[in-house]
Structures are given as structure tokens and as C-alpha cells.
């Protein structure tokens, strides 16, 4: 039996089968636009937590509920292409997609291009401040963080780590990572790409902060200016050689800021060179003793490493 129909009976005691009334009516479709957005997606930064939430897919259109933000004056949109075209027509970037054919596909790249770097700026903004809507060019499966979201060094757009070494760029010439360069390669160049823009640190770096682990300790290094200078001091000492002993060094002084942050809640997120003072003396040594008992043997050696680089 179809499980789709069902029987009644009729004046003769037979059964008839019956069909299920049809809907009546097309589901209405959101309105096309000249420029067609990939499948986009916002991840809203819940205030003191940064959790990401995930939204519904529109693949193929534009979803006017989502916001991008403006790369001139960094207000958020719905209708972002229009806003440019009407407020920002004078710039010399959005005069010149619209003097294009609305069907040249360079018109479509440069409008994309225009929308990734309004994104971008607004999202190094989100990040610093720890709070805000992150927009993400692929909106993601399940619930997701920022920090596995990184930008593309040539159209600005941010992708997931699984995602960055497969995207195809859109800005020409096209921009695609061949087989040769390996995924940790790509992810490594996003992050520097990252870093240099969110904490204006120079190339050298950022290039040491990709290198870094992306777990509470090298999160509490990246935020902290005193711990970055130490790493630009080494890199000088050691004329750029010696990455992993870099890093090493600034993790081992980290592990203790974030000790602190942790254990003492007036003293929390308060920066390295605030807390170098006499009267902080004694929670150093009481930080360092517990970090190095807590732990194998080889930890023991960690008050005396702390305090040849402090």
C-alpha cells in the first residue's frame, strides 16, 4: 500500500482510496540582485564568551537580514552594494564598478572585493574589542569560534582553517593554492596576514606569532605588548634564527601572566608591564612555584628559565 494514500469506505462497504489535498500556491522567493553573494553568514561574538552562533543558508542569493559593513564609513548594511552606490558613489573603487556592465564579471569581483574589505576592517575591530557580530565569508555547519576563522592574504575574506587552503580567490588574476604548497603553508601565511594587521606588529613578527599554538597560552601572548617586544628582542639578538626557542621563551613568561589572570580577579587582563612592580613580587614567586610543581620533573627547571628572561 502507498503510504501516501488513505482508504474510505464507501455506501457499499468498499474502500476507496483517497489522495491528500495538495498545497495550494509557490513559495514566495526572496527578490535576485545584479550581484549574486556567495553563501554568506554572520557569527555573532556573545560578550565576554565569543561563542559563534550559525544562521540559515541562502546559497545563491542574498539574504538582506545579513549585515556587511562599509568600507569608508563602517555601518552596517543589509543592502550593502546600494548604500556604496548612493552614499560612496564618489570614491574612486565604487566609481569604477559602476561605470561597468552589470554583467561583466570583473563589475562582480571588485563589488566582493569592495564587501571583504569593509568585513575585514570591521572584524579586526570585533577582535580587539572581544564583543560584536563577526561576518565570515561561508557561514559555518555547526557552532563555531573566531579563532579558527583566518582571511586570505588577496580578497581579505575570512574562511575557516579547514576551509583557506581550498578557497579559490576572487580577485584576478584568479588566485588558487596549488598542490605544492601544503596546508600548513596557506594557514601559516593567513595567520601572519592576520596578526600583522590586528596587532600592528612588524612581518618579522607576525611571522613568529603564526608559529604559536592557538590555545589560552599563546592567546594571553598575542595580547599582551610587553611579551611581543620580548619576542622582537630575541629576534634581533639572534639575528631571525632560533624560532622555536623564541616562542619557547615567550610561552614560558605567558604561562605565568596567565596564571595570575586566573588566580587573582582584581589583577585580570592586566598587562605584563603593569605587574613588574616590588609590591608584586611575592605573587610572582608564589605563581612560578605552583606552575612548576604542577607538573613532571623536567618543570622544576622552570623557575630558573623565568627568571633569566624576567
Known amino acids: 500500500m502507498n503510504p501516501y494514500h488513505s482508504r474510505s469506505e464507501n455506501h457499499d462497504g468498499f474502500s476507496e482510496p483517497t489522495c491528500p489535498e495538495k498545497k495550494k500556491g509557490r513559495?514566495?522567493?526572496?527578490?535576485?540582485?545584479?550581484?549574486?553573494?556567495?553563501?554568506?553568514?554572520?557569527?555573532?561574538?556573545?560578550?565576554?564568551?565569543?561563542?559563534?552562533?550559525?544562521?540559515?543558508?541562502?546559497?545563491?542569493?542574498?539574504?538582506?537580514?545579513?549585515?556587511?559593513?562599509?568600507y569608508y564609513c563602517g555601518k552596517g548594511m543589509a543592502r550593502i552594494f546600494r548604500h556604496l552606490e548612493q552614499v560612496h558613489g564618489h570614491e574612486e573603487e565604487v566609481h569604477q564598478y559602476m561605470t561597468l556592465d552589470k554583467n561583466d564579471k570583473l563589475r562582480d569581483t571588485l563589488c566582493k572585493l569592495l564587501k571583504n574589505k569593509g568585513d575585514f576592517?570591521?572584524?579586526?575591530?570585533?577582535?580587539?574589542?572581544?564583543?560584536?557580530?563577526?561576518?565570515?565569508?561561508?557561514?559555518?555547519?555547526?557552532?563555531?569560534?573566531?579563532?579558527?576563522?583566518?582571511?586570505?592574504?588577496?580578497?581579505?575574506?575570512?574562511?575557516?582553517?579547514?576551509?583557506?587552503w581550498r578557497h579559490h580567490c576572487i580577485t584576478p588574476p584568479p588566485h588558487t593554492h596549488t598542490q605544492k604548497e601544503s596546508e600548513a603553508s596557506v594557514l601559516h601565511r593567513s595567520k601572519a596576514f592576520l596578526y600583522a594587521a590586528l596587532y600592528e606588529d612588524s612581518q618579522d613578527i607576525s611571522e613568529l606569532l603564526a608559529e604559536i599554538r592557538d590555545d589560552e597560552v599563546g592567546q594571553t601572548l598575542k595580547k599582551d605588548p610587553l611579551l611581543k617586544k620580548l619576542m622582537a628582542f630575541l629576534w634581533q639578538k639572534y639575528d631571525g634564527r632560533y624560532h622555536q626557542h623564541i616562542r619557547q621563551k615567550a610561552r614560558?613568561?605567558?604561562?605565568?601572566?596567565?596564571?595570575?589572570?586566573?588566580?587573582?580577579?582584581?589583577?585580570?587582563?592586566?598587562?605584563?608591564?603593569?605587574?613588574?612592580?616590588?609590591?608584586?613580587?611575592?605573587?610572582?614567586?608564589?605563581?612560578?612555584?605552583?606552575?612548576?610543581?604542577?607538573?613532571?620533573?623536567?618543570?622544576?627547571?622552570?623557575?630558573?628559565?623565568?627568571?633569566?628572561?624576567?
Open 121 to 164: 576592517n570591521h572584524n579586526l575591530e570585533v577582535l580587539k574589542a572581544e564583543k560584536g557580530i563577526f561576518v565570515a565569508s561561508r557561514r559555518p555547519t555547526s557552532s563555531a569560534t573566531p579563532a579558527r576563522y583566518f582571511p586570505c592574504p588577496q580578497c581579505f575574506g575570512f574562511f575557516s582553517k579547514e576551509e583557506i
Open 27 to 70: 513559495q514566495q522567493l526572496p527578490p535576485r540582485t545584479s550581484v549574486i553573494d556567495e553563501d554568506v553568514g554572520t557569527i555573532t561574538i556573545e560578550t565576554g564568551e565569543g561563542s559563534v552562533c550559525q544562521g540559515e543558508k541562502a546559497k545563491g542569493r542574498v539574504m538582506y537580514k545579513k549585515e556587511h559593513f562599509c
Open 252 to 310: 614560558e613568561v605567558a604561562k605565568v601572566l596567565l596564571y595570575i589572570w586566573r588566580n587573582y580577579a582584581k589583577l585580570s587582563s592586566t598587562p605584563l608591564h603593569e605587574l613588574l612592580q616590588p609590591e608584586y613580587f611575592d605573587m610572582f614567586v608564589q605563581a612560578v612555584r605552583e606552575i612548576a610543581q604542577d607538573g613532571d620533573k623536567e618543570t622544576l627547571s622552570f623557575p630558573l628559565k623565568i627568571g633569566h628572561t624576567l
